[in-house]
């Protein structure tokens, strides 16, 4: 066992992935800490640093087509922010509250539900993903103070919207998580699996149960008790647009198309360009206005594409490199043939690279290099291991200190000083989501691997 053991360790893939969590960690950016990780394993798996590059070039490409998904998903987001789609939206909100101003408890009520239900349709619905925290919650927190609601409540209730739905509903940014990249990487390391949207949603309803727990253990006792903080207005600085019934009515119809051709043709680039086509030919996107928009949507999910881009050549040098089989077949040896451990061991392994790296997005793909080949060997079916992937890969995405789901709402609820990242955000997150994920992420693949 002692020998097995320092084999593991001194394993070039293994190696590799330790430099990638602790660059990542230590706030280098994620695309260069999966560079030095792609570097790292293969000089160490002594290949030439032309092979690492050629190696790396072609598995890049894999990652191209979500890249090109994420774009112009980012360019709808950039449409509907233009015609000031959400702003209307949060005026009329927040004209409400306004009625409002003592924070009574049907106040405090109607703003968790109302964050909650944003953060949701943020994912699978309207794809704007964190782009709505800086418009709806710094206003809210006047009311939120004069409630003594404590923040770290609404913490988990923007973490569980914004990371729940995409690993569970195949829509939105569900359909990049789940169908483009988790059913692309799965049949890109020798596993295709057909499944419909009906058996994604029943196959990751037990991991989906997990973070719902999480939530209601924050909600009704972690974080029952209120919490005073100093008065103050939290949206001074706060810049909205006004948008306008007819603009806003537009923007539902474009959703509306995006959606249809979503599902009618299981693309999510389609239906992104569709729903920029519709505001056009509507009128609430002025033509001269196209190339701005288009430019600022391609810069906001610029860095997210670059990940995907790069994490896919990573896998690629992975699965190269000469010693992932070695890799896996140790890491059998050390489970003893014991499925419930070797499943285990996977699920914790892929929380701390994706608590590391800050985006299961990314993870997915270099996570697959090693865990499809190992639980295959291991006899699992194919949806205990998409599964399996996508629990591993959501973990630690709730939690992360560098993930965007975290830094978004620390930027929302910290505008005015009084919400710290690590011990309001992190902490809070990380405990409440990534523990009962993990118990039922297991729970569901061993119950598929029946």
Same mark, same amino acid.
């Given at each position: 066992?002692?020998?097995?053991?320092?084999?593991?360790?001194?394993?070039?893939?293994?190696?590799?992935?330790?430099?990638?969590?602790?660059?990542?960690?230590?706030?280098?950016?994620?695309?260069?800490?999966?560079?030095?990780?792609?570097?790292?394993?293969?000089?160490?798996?002594?290949?030439?640093?032309?092979?690492?590059?050629?190696?790396?070039?072609?598995?890049?490409?894999?990652?191209?087509?979500?890249?090109?998904?994420?774009?112009?998903?980012?360019?709808?987001?950039?449409?509907?922010?233009?015609?000031?789609?959400?702003?209307?939206?949060?005026?009329?909100?927040?004209?409400?509250?306004?009625?409002?101003?003592?924070?009574?408890?049907?106040?405090?009520?109607?703003?968790?539900?109302?964050?909650?239900?944003?953060?949701?349709?943020?994912?699978?619905?309207?794809?704007?993903?964190?782009?709505?925290?800086?418009?709806?919650?710094?206003?809210?927190?006047?009311?939120?103070?004069?409630?003594?609601?404590?923040?770290?409540?609404?913490?988990?209730?923007?973490?569980?919207?914004?990371?729940?739905?995409?690993?569970?509903?195949?829509?939105?940014?569900?359909?990049?998580?789940?169908?483009?990249?988790?059913?692309?990487?799965?049949?890109?390391?020798?596993?295709?699996?057909? @499944? !419909?949207?009906?058996? /994604? =949603? #029943? &196959?990751?309803?037990?991991?989906? +149960?997990?973070?719902?727990?999480? $939530?209601?253990?924050?909600?009704?006792?972690?974080?029952?008790?209120?919490?005073?903080?100093?008065?103050?207005?939290?949206?001074?600085?706060?810049?909205?647009?006004?948008?306008?019934?007819?603009?806003?009515?537009?923007?539902?119809?474009?959703?509306?198309?995006?959606?249809?051709?979503?599902?009618?043709?299981?693309?999510?680039?389609?239906?992104?360009?569709?729903?920029?086509?519709?505001?056009?030919?509507?009128?609430?996107?002025?033509?001269?206005?196209?190339?701005?928009?288009?430019?600022?949507?391609?810069?906001?999910?610029?860095? @997210? !594409?670059?990940?995907? /881009? =790069? #994490? &896919?050549?990573?896998?690629?040098? +992975?699965?190269?490199?000469?010693? $992932?089989?070695?890799?896996?077949?140790?890491?059998?040896?050390?489970?003893?043939?014991?499925?419930?451990?070797?499943?285990?061991?996977?699920?914790?392994?892929?929380?701390?690279?994706?608590?590391?790296?800050?985006?299961?997005?990314?993870?997915?793909?270099?996570?697959?290099?090693?865990?499809?080949?190992?639980?295959?060997?291991?006899?699992?079916?194919?949806?205990?291991?998409?599964?399996?992937?996508?629990?591993?890969?959501?973990?630690?995405?709730?939690?992360?200190?560098?993930?965007?789901?975290?830094?978004?709402?620390?930027?929302?609820?910290?505008?005015?000083?009084?919400?710290?990242?690590?011990?309001?955000?992190?902490?809070?997150?990380?405990?409440?989501?990534?523990?009962?994920?993990?118990?039922?992420?297991?729970?569901?693949?061993?119950?598929?691997?029946?």
């Amino acid at each position: 066992m002692d020998a097995i053991s320092s084999s593991l360790l001194a394993n070039p893939v293994l190696l590799g992935l330790v430099l990638v969590f602790v660059l990542s960690f230590l706030r280098f950016p994620v695309a260069l800490s999966l560079l030095a990780g792609t570097f790292g394993t293969g000089l160490l798996g002594s290949m030439s640093a032309t092979e690492i590059l050629e190696k790396f070039s072609a598995g890049s490409r894999d990652g191209v087509g979500v890249a090109l998904s994420y774009s112009f998903l980012g360019v709808f987001a950039a449409a509907i922010s233009e015609i000031g789609f959400a702003q209307y939206l949060a005026d009329r909100v927040l004209g409400v509250f306004e009625k409002n101003r003592s924070g009574g408890r049907g106040a405090v009520r109607a703003v968790q539900l109302l964050l909650l239900a944003l953060a949701i349709l943020s994912q699978n619905v309207l794809p704007i993903h964190i782009a709505f925290i800086p418009i709806f919650v710094p206003p809210l927190l006047a009311v939120m103070g004069r409630a003594s609601l404590d923040r770290r409540r609404i913490a988990c209730i923007l973490t569980f919207g914004l990371v729940t739905p995409y690993m569970f509903l195949p829509f939105g940014f569900g359909a990049i998580f789940l169908r483009e990249i988790m059913l692309g990487t799965m049949a890109a390391n020798g596993v295709p699996l057909a @499944i !419909g949207s009906g058996s /994604i =949603v #029943a &196959a990751m309803a037990l991991p989906a +149960l997990g973070m719902l727990l999480g $939530l209601a253990i924050a909600l009704a006792v972690t974080y029952r008790s209120g919490r005073t903080y100093a008065e103050g207005d939290g949206a001074e600085g706060v810049i909205r647009q006004p948008g306008s019934g007819r603009l806003f009515t537009c923007g539902l119809l474009a959703i509306g198309l995006l959606f249809f051709l979503q599902i009618r043709y299981g693309s999510i680039l389609l239906g992104a360009v569709g729903g920029v086509i519709a505001l056009l030919a509507l009128g609430a996107l002025p033509w001269r206005r196209m190339e701005a928009v288009a430019a600022s949507g391609f810069r906001m999910m610029a860095g @997210i !594409g670059v990940i995907m /881009i =790069v #994490a &896919a050549g990573y896998a690629r040098v +992975l699965a190269s490199s000469g010693h $992932l089989t070695p890799l896996v077949e140790g890491l059998l040896r050390c489970s003893g043939g014991n499925v419930s451990l070797a499943i285990f061991t996977m699920l914790l392994l892929g929380w701390l690279l994706t608590l590391g790296i800050g985006s299961s997005f990314s993870t997915v793909p270099i996570l697959a290099a090693l865990y499809v080949p190992m639980a295959t060997a291991l006899g699992l079916p194919p949806l205990a291991i998409f599964v399996l992937l996508a629990t591993a890969g959501a973990l630690g995405d709730a939690g992360s200190p560098v993930s965007d789901t975290a830094i978004g709402a620390t930027a929302g609820l910290n505008c005015d000083g009084q919400h710290d990242h690590i011990r309001d955000t992190v902490r809070p997150t990380l405990f409440h989501f990534n523990v009962p994920l993990l118990l039922f992420g297991y729970l569901a693949v061993r119950l598929l691997a029946r």
